[in-house]
């Protein structure tokens, strides 16, 4: 029997079995389909599986180490490896079932290149010299087909590139309860209700040991078993038991990513057994962790204090009062989180509010937001549960109310005296509202002066982030942290945050920008721009202002030269991103925020006009419809948006 399946039982039983549960013998593995093999035929292929050993390589062993000799190659025919340089701190690639593993330094004879890592309990086929030089005496037409087979391998090698671990698809995750409280079992029916009419199959210690009774479960049979299942759903949720029992232990291995569910205030002592298990073979990015409350609210308290036990890649709060949190999660799960991206655009700005009403009214429930600049500061507030009216008032006391951009100060660190908006902000957004705190994920980009790259802030206080985010160099003194490190604006690095958010989760995006596509032209007599003198006489004299040249101010020519080297069509814009921009609103000016109700309420109109008038099979009601429905997204790539909208 599996161990633990009396005496910790898991958390959650379905009511129902799922797909596949019929055991069946394991499959006899032979050399796939793929490049090196398919100039063979299937009785070729056969005939090679007799050279071939079968390898079981467990999560967090190496198969291949980097320098080692190329004394054989494989072929994966179940699980997953990772590819590594040392040295390098991402992946090189991801591997799975039907790839090859160094053939091109076994043909070539040369040294491992990389470190291949499994990163769940795998099966591997091994050709070895001895056995290939076996098969040159014994079937020389075989190795034939195999060399004329390299030059098509060697072609294909980089395109199993994947730049990002969390931008691979999950196919399996391991759900184990954190912490010391329980979680009620309502979390574990909410979430398999949510997942809907994805195929996912729920494994807990219960089902295998009614389907495998009395066997361990690392028997051959059990972990052949699981392999099929994830070939055959959309996702496979592994629920460990509440100990470290032999069947928690495997669901760790088998899992791409653990889901770490938690109640109540984070313990001060140190990890559980279970927690400490699952952290050593699952890296920060393959974490999450999911805060069960009892009721919804805009900010909580103690997140940073369970991040800071468990660092984690992201993390979710859940209210067990609906289940509209619970279905987020889900998405996020799936590959099919809805993030709002909100590009900087000074006065342009309260366009994202007027726009995230009208999808709201239509059904869309966003799960992620990443701002920039004035964009991290719209979004911000919907993080935290806000409503677009809500952030509209926030707009007026911040910058209109305030005075926060009509405030000019001796130029020693910048143009403006950045204290009101300091104050504003802080008052809107919460003094001591920490971004981990919020309900929703937000992310605001900044530009970090002192490393010279882009910063993408997820931690930490909600209004510094936004003021870092919106520290316009110049015109506002930069943002400087305790690490010693200087910010400012975004805009400067990417002022349409879409690669972050790619970088943060798989799915559909709402992109909203103001890049202009036209060319703007400025009618101003160079010649009369006044010197020093007589422009400050003209300040000084009454109606001396109205004889200036209308031209652009200062602070208005240093804003577009921050963002003239961003093209707006050189954003990474995928199959399911649907990308607005805003028509130009009379009276809006990007220094300027006194309009920022007309702009609000120009901007919903625009947007709901838009959304209205999408139907048949137009994109837009076709992006609509993935953004509302969060369609499959895995075979996207060449499809039109009609097609994924039917799906």
Not at 532 to 543: D, E, G, N, T, W
Request: aromatic share 8%; charged share 25%; with cysteine.
């Amino acid at each position: 029997m599996v161990d633990g399946a009396t005496a910790s039982e898991p958390p959650f039983v379905p009511d129902a079995p799922l797909l596949a549960d019929a055991a069946t013998p394991p499959e006899a593995f032979v050399p796939s389909d793929v490049s090196i093999f398919r100039m063979l035929t299937a009785e070729q292929r056969q005939e090679i599986r007799g050279f071939m050993r079968e390898l079981v390589i467990l999560r967090g062993e190496e198969l291949v180490a980097e320098g080692d000799a190329s004394d054989a190659f494989f072929e994966v025919v179940r699980g997953a490896f990772t590819v590594q340089r040392a040295g390098d701190e991402g992946l090189i690639a991801e591997l799975g079932p039907g790839d090859l593993i160094g053939e091109i330094g076994f043909f070539g004879k040369i040294p491992r290149t990389a470190t291949v890592t499994a990163i769940r309990d795998s099966c591997v086929l091994s050709l070895s010299r001895a056995a290939y030089n076996k098969i040159a005496t014994e079937a020389p037409s075989i190795v034939g087909f195999l060399l004329e087979a390299m030059a098509l391998r060697v072609a294909e090698t980089t395109s199993r590139v994947v730049p990002n671990r969390q931008l691979a698809r999950t196919r399996t995750i391991v759900v184990l309860e954190g912490g010391r409280e329980p979680v009620p079992p309502q979390f574990y029916a909410l979430l398999t209700q949510a997942f809907g009419n994805a195929v996912v199959e729920i494994v807990t210690s219960q089902r295998i040991n009614q389907l495998f009774p009395g066997r361990d479960p690392d028997d051959e049979e059990i972990t052949g078993w699981l392999h099929r299942l994830e070939q055959a759903s959309d996702l496979v949720a592994y629920f460990g038991d509440r100990e470290l029992t032999r069947w928690t232990q495997k669901c760790i291995r088998q899992s791409d990513q653990v889901l770490f569910v938690c109640r109540g205030r984070a313990p001060d002592d140190s990890l559980t057994e279970v927690e400490a298990a699952a952290s050593t073979y699952h890296r920060t990015n393959e974490r999450r962790l999911v805060l069960v409350h009892d009721e919804r609210s805009g900010e909580v308290r103690g997140t940073g204090a369970w991040l800071r036990r468990m660092p984690v890649f992201m993390h979710h709060h859940i209210s067990l009062q609906d289940d509209i949190d619970v279905r987020s999660l889900a998405r996020f799960l799936l590959g099919r989180a809805i993030g709002f991206v909100a590009a900087g655009g000074g006065g342009l700005g309260p366009a994202h509010l007027g726009i995230y009403k009208a999808f709201r009214e239509r059904g869309v429930d966003f799960d992620i937001f990443v701002g920039t600049s004035v964009g991290a500061a719209m979004v911000a507030g919907f993080a935290k549960n806000l409503e677009a009216e809500d952030l509209d008032r926030g707009t007026d006391d911040i910058f209109v109310k305030s005075r926060s951009f009509k405030r000019p100060t001796w130029p020693r660190y910048s143009l403006l005296d950045h204290k009101a908006l300091d104050r504003a902000l802080a008052e809107a957004l919460g003094a001591d509202c920490n971004i981990e705190d919020c309900w929703k994920p937000f992310a605001a980009v900044a530009t970090n002066l002192s490393t010279q790259a882009g910063e993408v802030i997820r931690t930490g206080s909600l209004w510094q982030a936004v003021r870092a985010s919106a520290s316009i160099p110049g015109i506002l003194p930069p943002f400087y942290t305790k690490d010693g490190s200087m910010l400012v604006d975004g805009c400067l690095i990417d002022n349409i945050p879409l690669a972050p958010m790619h970088n943060l989760k798989r799915g559909p995006n709402l992109v909203v920008h103001f890049g202009k596509q036209e060319i703007e032209r400025f009618e101003v007599d160079y010649d009369a721009l006044p010197g020093r003198l007589k422009l400050i006489s003209s300040l000084l004299l009454p109606f001396g202002r109205k004889r200036l040249p209308r031209a652009p101010s200062a602070v208005s020519v240093l804003w577009r030269s921050l963002l003239v080297h961003q093209r707006v069509d050189s954003i990474p814009v995928g199959p399911a991103d649907f990308v607005m921009r805003p028509p130009t609103i009379p009276g809006a000016k990007v220094m300027e925020f006194d309009n920022h109700k007309r702009v609000f309420e120009a901007s919903y109109l625009w947007a709901k006009s838009t959304l209205e008038s999408a139907e048949g099979g137009d994109q837009q009601a076709a992006l609509l419809a993935i953004l509302s429905k969060g369609s499959p997204l895995r075979a996207a790539a060449g499809r039109t948006f009609a097609e994924l909208a039917a799906s």
